[in-house]
T-cell receptor
Framework: AQSVTQLGSHVSVSEGALVLLRCNYS??????LFWYVQYPNQGLQLLLK??????LVKGINGFEAEFKKSETSFHLTKPSAHMSDAAEYFC????????????FGTGTSLTVIP | NAGVTQTPKFRILKIGQSMTLQCTQD?????MYWYRQDPGMGLKLIYY???????DKGEVPNGYNVSRSTTEDFPLRLELAAPSQTSVYFC???????????????FGAGSRLTVL
């Protein structure tokens, strides 16, 4: 089975600073990769997804992620943090053959300091 | 378009009680899923369904049951509630066959269950 590792269960950044949330996957064959965001007391929403069309993927709210096969990574970045970015972020993968089995990381809680 | 609707949002159960978490989607999605979310553990798959009448176990199915009699509904049943089932439960759905191959999950808002 696939697995996803998110380094850092809690990340704090100052407002306006760079946001970097790390995600590594385990598959030798690059799977489909996703970042989801969960705001307090809400369900998860899709931020962006990687489908092999481009290694740099742009998502909503100014977030982007870069797929690096050599590092088996799919880190999420945003140049300038906003207070509204405070949330839980989950990296996920799905298998290539069916695309219907999803595996989630343990999540990273982002705090933005004013 | 309501998306995925879960009820109830909150529930407190006593040990040994039973209850059903309801999940309905109006997007004509064929796949539906139940996850539980525990602090620091991410999301764990309980059960999933590939279509009406077909269900299968996920990673943590013990203590739960599901049914899928229609495309829209996928209820999760807890027969004998235990404190270990205290968690936040999320229902999700997706339609297969995306052009890119990457099917995207749509989540409900969650159901917070406490077993005392």
């Amino acid at each position: 089975a696939q697995s996803v590792t998110q380094l850092g269960s809690h990340v704090s950044v100052s407002e306006g600073a760079l946001v970097l949330l790390r995600c590594n996957y385990s598959s030798s064959v690059p799977p489909y990769l996703f970042w989801y965001v969960q705001y307090p007391n809400q369900g998860l929403q899709l931020l962006l997804k990687y489908t092999s069309a481009a290694t740099l993927v742009k998502g909503i709210n100014g977030f982007e992620a870069e797929f690096k096969k050599s590092e088996t990574s799919f880190h999420l970045t945003k140049p300038s943090a906003h207070m509204s970015d405070a949330a839980e972020y989950f990296c996920a993968v799905s298998d290539l053959d069916t695309g219907n089995q999803f595996y989630f990381g343990t999540g990273t809680s982002l705090t933005v300091i004013p | 378009n309501a998306g995925v609707t879960q009820t109830p949002k909150f529930r407190i159960l006593k040990i040994g009680q039973s209850m059903t978490l309801q999940c309905t989607q109006d997007m004509n999605h064929n796949y539906m899923y139940w996850y539980r979310q525990d602090p620091g553990m991410g999301l764990k798959l309980i059960y999933y369904s590939v279509g009406a009448g077909i269900t299968d176990k996920g990673e943590v199915p013990n203590g739960y049951n599901v049914s899928r009699s229609t495309t829209e509904d996928f209820p999760l049943r807890l027969e004998l509630a235990a404190p270990s089932q205290t968690s936040v439960y999320f229902c999700a759905s997706t339609r297969t066959g995306a052009a890119s191959g990457a099917n995207v999950l749509t989540f409900g808002a969650g159901s917070r269950l406490t077993v005392l």
